[in-house]
T-cell receptor, first 114, second 112 residues
Framework: KAGVTQTPRYLIKTRGQQVTLSCSPISGHRSVSWYQQTPGQGLQFLFEYFSETQRNKGNFPGRFSGRQFSNSRSEMNVSTLELGDSALYLC?????????????FGPGTRLLVL | GDSVTQMEGPVTLSEEAFLTINCTYTATGYPSLFWYVQYPGEGLQLLLKATKADDKGSNKGFEATYRKETTSFHLEKGSVQVSDSAVYFCALSRAAGNKLTFGGGTRVLVKP
């Protein structure tokens, strides 16, 4: 099976712009989660989608949003970018939502905000 | 809330040395516990997991045992290789819904 894919892999934006990141989960996986990784804050949970519904949300401002499509692909959007949004954004997929299930991570999208 | 604490790095070892990375957690109920590894420029890969108390997860020579009494999930490997150089993350998942709570990560550098 193909792994989790994320596009684009690298992105440079300027403050105030918005950005959309894409994630394609492993075939058959219905849950997609997003995480932000920064040197200062480490790995932080953004949100999780299952069957096109947001089931869980982390402690991020409303500028961060996401959605999931009927084919389980997911996008996350960050509006009005700030310098502090520079990070590696990781997407993970799993078959369902049981805590014991393994989440499989993509390679990430590295976002640099200038 | 849930939290995971792991030893800070970097941990520098010689090849064939014994590796231990401590991980303790705070969570109500019975979380599932995971170790993920991140190689430079890559995403996270699951190394091993344990879903109930006293379970031992193992993979590629790495082991960790879920200790409910000490709320710990320490990672060990008996003989490390240069290729084990990476950042290791301890994580837990508790309630329904796929929210992983991560520790801060431990960088391991293995020298030949």
């Amino acid at each position: 099976k193909a792994g989790v894919t994320q596009t684009p892999r690298y992105l440079i934006k300027t403050r105030g712009q918005q950005v959309t990141l894409s994630c394609s989960p492993i075939s058959g996986h219905r849950s997609v989660s997003w995480y932000q990784q920064t040197p200062g804050q480490g790995l932080q949970f953004l949100f999780e989608y299952f069957s096109e519904t947001q089931r869980n949300k982390g402690n991020f401002p409303g500028r961060f949003s996401g959605r999931q499509f009927s084919n389980s692909r997911s996008e996350m959007n960050v509006s009005t970018l700030e310098l502090g949004d520079s990070a590696l954004y990781l997407c993970a997929s799993s078959p369902g939502t049981e805590p014991r299930e393994t989440q499989y991570f993509g390679p990430g999208t590295r976002l640099l905000v200038l | 809330g849930d939290s995971v604490t792991q030893m800070e790095g970097p941990v520098t070892l010689s090849e064939e040395a014994f590796l231990t990375i401590n991980c303790t957690y705070t969570a109500t109920g019975y979380p599932s516990l995971f170790w993920y590894v991140q190689y430079p420029g890559e995403g996270l890969q699951l190394l091993l997991k344990a879903t109930k108390a006293d379970d031992k997860g193992s993979n590629k020579g790495f082991e960790a045992t879920y200790r409910k009494e000490t709320t710990s999930f320490h990672l060990e490997k008996g003989s490390v290789q240069v290729s084990d150089s990476a950042v290791y993350f301890c994580a837990l998942s508790r309630a329904a819904g796929n929210k992983l709570t991560f520790g801060g990560g431990t960088r391991v550098l293995v020298k030949p």
